[in-house]
Structure formats: C-alpha cells, structure tokens
C-alpha cells in the first residue's frame, strides 16, 4: 500500500480535544478530523462544501508517531470583555453578537492548551480510489489554496509539511521507514495496521459531522511503543 508521510513541526501544536466550559485541550496524536482539515485547506476546500470534507474525511487512514519525552505542554489564558453593539472578527466574516444586557456583564473566559517544540510524524493512505488521490494531495501541499495551521491560527508550521511516498503494508511499517530519529516512539494506529509495544485499543471520538460542524463520530484506535534502531537504513523522511 501507498502511503505518504507528513512532518508536523512547530513550536506550538494543537491536536484537538473536548472543550468543556471554555478549557480546550489537546491530544498528544492529531485528530482525524484535524488532518482532514489541513489537507481540505491545502485542497482548496470549503467549509461550504461538508460534502467533500466528509468523502476525504470517510477515505483517509491516520497513523501519528512522537519521541517519548518531545516537547512540553502550554496553557494559554485568554479574556475578553464585550458589549452588544462591539463587531467582532469570526471565520465567517465581522458579525455582532446577540442576547440580553446581562450576557455582557461579564468577561469570556478561555484556556487553550498548546504541545510545544515537538515533532508529530504522520502517515496518510487511501481507503479507495477517488479523487484527490495521494499525488493530489502532495501537490496541494507542496502550493496549498489556502494557508496551514497545526490546528490553530497561532500553530505556524516550521518545517514543509510534505514528506516522502513510502510502500508499506501496514501503517505501523510505514511510521518504521519514517522515523529516522533513533529511540522510543509513541505511536496512534488505526485499528488492524499493527501491532506496537504496550498495546492498547481504545474508541477514539475523532471524527467530524462537517455538515453540522460538530464531532458526532468515532474510530478505533490502536496506541503503544515502538522503537527504532540507531542505523534506520530505509531512508525515511
């Protein structure tokens, strides 16, 4: 099988996550969803167009890998004190807000969760046969439509995204050719393409319902160890 490699690089990363009460975290593995986002944006896609995001969505397989002890974890504090007639900046345009005089007597208050200087690996392949096909996607990523984030606005990549094409039969093969750091890696699959160290499976609810904008779905998830050799002699990325 096909598979193409992502580098996922920055100094700051966010991976998705459950936001509750304005505390928005982030996973150590990127989220489906997110990947789907990133390639839609690179693609051309719009958020007016569910339809394409969901058949790309419904396509993609993910495997993700990170160096046991990479990078850190920031907490970013943010506030903000509005009032009914302020005009404010959303990705659909400047719009106002609704609702009584008391919903401003208060600041909105958020946490976002950021990983911090560490390097995320992905491997991508194809279910079927459709367009875009990996080629495709390479070529968007070489000259993206529209700009990338590492899932948020302020997660600048600071390295190309696109890596190299590498033939695998399973996601778990493919992350072994990629990685060509030595040392211990931690490692998300999807369910049935291998089998690392300290195996574990797990629902993860990673998918996205891009017609309502909400996560309404999930997939199992294969996460443990592995380790790579000092000489990784196949190349990698």
Known sequence: MRWLTLNLEAPLSAFGGVIVDGIGGTRDHPALSAITGLLGSALGYDRTEPARLAALQGRLLLASAYRVGAGGRLADFQTAQLGKDDRGWTRDGVEGRTGGPATYDSPILSYRDYVTDRRTVCVIGLKSDAD???????????????????????????????GAFIEAGTALEALRIALNGPGDWLVSLPDGQGDPERARRSLLPDLRDWGSDLHAGARLVTEGRITVPERNTHGGV
């Not at 990523?141 to 995204?161: A, H």
């Open 132 to 162: 875009p096909d990996l080629d495709a996607i390479a070529a968007a990523l070489d000259r993206p439509e529209w700009p990338l984030f590492l899932g948020r606005k302020s997660c600048i990549p600071s390295v190309p995204i696109r």
